[in-house]
Every structure is written in C-alpha cells, then in structure tokens.
C-alpha cells in the first residue's frame, strides 16, 4: 500500500511508514487534532486502547505527581507505586486473583503468561506440558513467541523457521454455525474441538490453551456463548490445561465489566492485561494470575524473567489513576450506557450492503466491510485499494478509525470481509456519540459511490 503523502517537505524521510496522512499536533477528549487544525474523532480509541479518552486531567495529574518524586526505581528496591497498582488490580480482578506481574506492554505480558504457564507445571512435575493451543486468525503479539499463537500465515510467513509451530484450533463463529444449531450447542460443538486437539497431541504436553474474550481476524468482535467457555473450562480442567484470557483489548472496561471474561459464569486461570490498563499514556502490561497457579511461586518457586520497565514507576501511577477514575466516575455503567446508543445504529449501518455484520459489546463495535458483488462475504479485490479508499473518506469527514492496513498484504485463512472497529473513549458524551456516528454513516456511503456498490 502506498501511503498518500501530504505537501509539505520531510514526508518521506519521517512518514513513510504510517499510512494516513495526518501529522498529530494535539489531542484532547474523544478528539485529534492536526497540524493543519483539522479535527478527528478517534473513533476506535487508537487500537482499541484510549478509553479515558485524551489528556484526561487525573491521568496526567498522575503522570505530573510522580515525576516530582521518580520516575524509575531500581528492581531491587521497594517501590510504593507497583504495590498500590498490584493491591487495586486484585481489588477488580475476579476473586481469587490476587497476583500480579507487570511489564511494560501486550506482547510482553503474553509472552509472561507462557513462560508462568510453563513453569507452574514444570514445578508440580509435569515436566512435558510446554505446547500452547490458540486460535487460526488470532492475535496476540509481535514478538517470534506470541507471534507462533498467531494463526495468520500472512503476518507470520516471513518469520515460520523461527516460531513453534504449536496446535491450533477454529475459533467460534457464528458465521460458520449450521443453521439446524442454537448458539448454545453450537458453542459447545466448537469448544470440543480443543478437546480434540488435546487428545491428538496427547494431554502430557499441552500446557495451556489462550484466546480472546471476543473472537479475532474476520471474526473480531464476535461474542461467544456460555456454553462456549463452560465447555472451554470444562476441556481445560479434565486435561490439567491452563486457560488464558487474553484481554489486552477487553481489559478494564472496555465491555461493561472490569474484563471480559467478567461477563461469563467460569474464571480463567491467568489473565493478561495492557493497552486500556493505562489508557496508553504509558506503556504499561500485566499478567494477573489466580491462587492456584500462582501457589508454587508463592511458595517459593523462583520465576526467571525480567523487565526494564516491568513495574515502571510513572506507569504504575497511572495504572492507579485510571482504575480510580473508572471506580469513582462510574464509568462501567457509563459503557453499558454508551453501549445500547452505539448499538442502536445497528440497523442503519447494516442498511449498507458493504456491511456484512455490526457485532461487538460495551464501547466496541466492529463492522465487516463486504464486496457486496463478491461471492460470500469477501473484501474488494487488492488493485481496488478499497481499504485505503474508505480510511480517506472516513478522514475527510473527521473520523480517525484504526484497521488492519495490510491492504495487499491482508491474506485471511477465510474468504472473509474486513472488520472496522469502533471503539471511542468511555468518557464521550452522547451528542458526540450521535456525532461521530453520522459521520462514519456518511462516510460509507461516499466510500461505496466511489467504488461503484450499487444499493
């Protein structure tokens, strides 16, 4: 994809990675603001990761507080940020979760998981569980471990020599239910699929199985049933396999409850924490592990790991502060709020026949974007630049929406369309939510007139 570049010299030399041609001066609320003046809703949060929403006054507050004390302290010695952090995340975490260990961002804390996953088995004996079973077309990391969970050939293939090639299995969809199922059994025909793999593998080498509360890929934002996760646990406990929630996107709030996983009747056994846990002012991660895996650690089993960063100072202070905030300005209730107005739109979005599905929870929506002349769901051709098309028009009426931007090099397992997400800030006000969903309204009906879509 060829990026479009903005007049003006040293584009090339300092923009020629980033795809949009908007040069950030400021920002503030649900807004961005470019060198030119113009105005941007940050319409999916970054990626999915502003939820206070820009320049929020405790969070840098926080950040101005602790730069007059530290900003670094050394790992060896006490440091009062980390423990008030640790202390508020097991005062949210679901009970029984009183153990944190924190980094400095998603992929770190994924790669922790596998490494506490590894060890806490190791230490109970069961020295050949070390394969970790994830989903095809799911995300979790940019480092070669997190990236071999990562069931995309397409992000991965330059890199396969150097990735385990661990087991993987469907994720569910409810694109792919027989029409004669409920979502219920349904939910619980796809989890067996892991039990299958399990038993192909053999039980005495899986160490654990991580996946999304919501799905990824073309199936982002699809929330499985109960029945799912029951029958997830259920596979995980008669196999002594560890679940891992990844909720670095669903994470302190982004559903209507402090995690995802909040929202099901069965606990994970680690939960991974970062992008909205500091509302990205700072780069901050975290692995929060129950009692029972944390238990030969606390008995004295020496973990071997280690961060720069893990447990920074600053990025401790505002871990703190947006927990606070979330607490004191009711701002679970605020994205159940925000939520039925956002979902309202449902319909007219849907309205559009480039718009294959509208699906999500709380502050987060994806619509799958279709060729609607294509066969099945499938996305426009690559030469069409469809991708970009739609980011341009999108920013010509002052939205600013993350997406996968692989344009060419998108290559899904599935003959899917492309999701795009919107996810703004917990704190956006209802005429601004009205707002920005006009725009994204008229933006997909420029979008297919300069394609050609024909209602």
Known sequence: MTALKPEGSGWDKAFSDHALPVEVARAEGVFIYDTQGRRYYDASGGPFAVNMGHGHPRLTEAVRSQLDSYCYVHPMLANRRRADLCEKVAEVAPEGFNATYLVSGGSEAVETALKIARQYHVARGAVGKHKIVSCYESYHGMTLATMSLSGNPGTTRHYDPMTFQWPKIAQYSDYQKPAHLTRDEWGVQ??????????????????????????????????????????????????????????????????????????????????????????????????????????????????????????????????????????????????????????????????????????????????????????????????????????????????????????????????????????????????????????????????????????
């Open 190 to 455: 796809s989890a067996r699929e892991l039990d299958r793999v399990i038993q192909f593998h053999g039980a005495h080498v899986i160490a654990a199985f991580i996946a999304t509360p919501h799905g990824c890929g073309p199936d982002y934002g699809v929330v499985p049933p109960d029945s799912y996760w029951s029958e997830i646990r259920r596979i995980c406990d008669d196999n002594d396999v560890l679940f891992i929630s990844d909720e670095v996107v669903t994470g302190f709030g982004r559903t209507g409850q402090w995690f995802g996983m909040d929202h099901y009747s069965v606990k994970p056994d680690i939960i991974v924490v970062a992008k909205g846990f500091s509302s990205c002012y700072v780069p901050l991660g975290g692995v929060i592990v129950s009692d029972r895996v944390n238990a030969p650690y606390r008995e004295g089993a020496a973990f071997v790991h280690g961060f720069t960063n893990g447990g920074n100072a600053l990025a401790c202070a505002v871990g703190c502060a947006v927990i606070d905030t979330i607490r004191e300005d009711h701002l679970l209730q605020a994205v159940r709020d925000h939520s039925a107005r956002l979902f309202s739109w449902r319909e007219r979005l849907l309205a559009h026949p480039s718009v294959a599905d509208v699906r999500g929870w709380g502050l987060f929506m994806v619509m799958e974007l279709v060729n609607p002349s294509a066969h099945g769901r499938a996305f426009f051709a690559p030469e069409q630049e469809a991708e970009h098309k739609f980011q341009r028009a999108a920013l010509d009426n002052g939205v600013a929406l993350y997406s996968t931007l692989y344009g060419q090099r998108r290559r899904p397992v599935l003959e899917r369309g492309l999701p795009m997400w919107i996810a703004p800030a917990f704190v956006i006000s209802d005429d601004e939510l009205s707002d920005m969903m006009e725009r994204i309204d008229r933006t997909l009906g420029q979008w297919e007139d300069r394609l050609g879509v024909m209602a």
